[in-house]
């Protein structure tokens, strides 16, 4: 990931806030940003996409598409255009692709690129260097495709596509949409039907997007449980896509208002799918003030501006069946507890483990570092809430979140917090702090 201002880390510093007030918008959603960006370029035709998300993530999976052959360009109303070469019509990129900080961008892209005949190398950064890529490349492997991996499974690897490629069943391991989504996408230039099994529900961007595409996708429940299977070898058609905005970045300016004494402020066009919301119903259950404005459709989904008024918050248990629904919230929810009343218990957190840092071990820290008492295990974590002192400087560890919920956190706490390094923020929050400050936060530069 090349980081264009400065490849020094950034410190910031956030202080006490009075009330947050304002209307405002958050970027356009992450997953379905890559989505509409590799759907378009193995689709028919020109797919047009209004509010992409213009993050480094996003970024990094145009370029990789435009590498395997699609014509990808932003015109200058910001709108992106997406010529697609159709299934099966990816070639071999000349250099390897660079998917930076994102694990979604590059699982999902070897998943689309598994069942083409190219070769192609990945590369990312450290962060994403740790990351597990077995959990991919052992589906795909299942359908001919051959990797080269460095130790452990992770990034660099080169993937070689399979030519005749064999449908597959698919039984998740672990409740990840990423892998359900590159088991389906290899399933599209597949002859005959690819089946996932999903046991427990994750967000499900892919099959949404994928019928608007025109692809041959069903889900049944069998016994409670997900069957999602996909015809392959069938055309994708273009589509005008608009994405709305991604409830996992507005959980940071509501966290932010929630805490922060005499505020209130609107989240404007904010997606609203079950599968992504479970943050939104802990915070109400916490006895947040929430209140959905103006609910309409918009790119396939639920959309509502969401009003938030600063709440008097009490600790709750988050059951564990909850985290697939919320499990990029956790880091801010984990600062919302440390302001509520009561101790918030979280369970069901495995996975937080191998997000862009482990999570659940820096979030514990930087709780810690700002005095606010935390236990926890492999999997759950508890904050015992009644305020963040704060004073702290918290490590980042390359992970846009961690540094975003931890500027939430000086908002409201009594000395300002610290975080060694924002540059990450802009993988999915380009504006973040001029947004934050524009409602009234007080980050500065340290
Ligand atoms: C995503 C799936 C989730 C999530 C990530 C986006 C997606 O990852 O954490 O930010 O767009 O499919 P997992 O599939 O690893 O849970």
Redesign the pocket.
């Known amino acids: 990931m090349s980081h264009s201002t400065t490849d020094k880390p950034l410190p910031l510093l956030s202080r006490k806030a009075n009330g947050l007030a304002g209307r405002i918008r958050v970027p356009g959603d992450?997953?379905m940003s890559?989505?509409s960006l590799m759907f378009g370029a193995v689709a028919t035709g020109e797919t047009r996409i209004t509010g992409l998300l213009e993050a480094e993530d996003v970024i990094n999976t145009a370029k990789a598409m435009a590498a395997l052959g699609a014509n990808v360009l932003r015109d200058d109303h910001g709108v992106w255009h997406v010529m697609g070469v159709g299934v099966g019509g990816l070639t071999s990129p000349a250099q390897p692709l660079d998917f930076g900080n994102s694990?979604?961008g590059v699982?999902?892209a070897m998943g689309l690129m598994a069942t083409t005949p190219l070769s192609a190398r990945c590369i990312g950064d450290a962060s994403l260097s740790r990351r597990p890529m077995g959990r991919v490349t052992r589906p795909l492997a299942q359908f001919g495709t051959r990797f080269e991996t460095s130790e452990g499974d992770r990034l660099p690897l080169t993937i070689h596509g399979a030519a005749d490629a064999k449908p597959v069943t698919y039984t998740l391991p672990v409740?990840?949409?990423?892998?359900k989504?590159a088991v389906l996408l290899a399933g599209l230039n597949t002859p005959g039907t690819t089946t996932v099994i999903e046991p427990v529900p994750?967000?499900d961007?892919?099959e949404r997007m994928l019928a608007s595409f025109g692809a041959r996708i069903s889900v049944a429940a069998k016994d409670g449980v997900r069957h999602i299977s996909i015809e392959g070898r069938h055309e994708l058609k273009a589509q005008e896509l608009a994405i709305p905005g991604d409830p996992?970045s507005a959980a940071f300016p509501m966290v932010a208002a929630l805490i922060t004494p005499g505020s209130e402020i609107v989240i404007e066009n904010i997606m609203l799918n079950p599968t992504r919301t479970g943050l939104f119903v802990t915070l109400e259950e916490m006895g947040a003030s929430i209140t959905y404005e103006n609910r309409r459709q918009a790119g396939g989904e639920d959309v509502a501006d969401i009003r938030v008024r600063a709440s008097r918050l009490k600790g709750v248990r988050v059951p564990k069946d909850r985290a697939?629904s919320m499990?990029?919230e956790y880091p801010v929810l984990a600062v919302a507890a440390s302001f509520a009343e009561g101790t918030t218990r979280m369970e069901g957190l495995e996975?937080l483990r191998?997000?862009e840092s482990d999570r659940l071990a820096a979030v514990e820290a930087g709780l810690q570092a700002n005095g606010v008492m935390t236990a926890s295990g492999p999997d759950w974590l508890e904050v015992h809430g009644g305020g963040a002192p704060g004073g702290g400087t918290v490590v980042t560890h390359m992970d846009h979140r961690i540094a975003m919920s931890f500027l939430v956190m000086g908002m409201a706490s009594r000395i300002h917090t610290g975080i060694d390094d924002s540059r990450f923020i802009a993988t999915s929050f380009p504006g973040f702090t001029d947004l934050m400050n524009g409602m009234g936060g007080r980050i500065e530069t340290k």
């Open positions: 992450k997953s890559h989505r694990g979604t699982r999902l409740a990840s949409a990423q892998v989504s994750t967000r961007h892919t996992s697939p499990i990029d996975e191998v997000k």
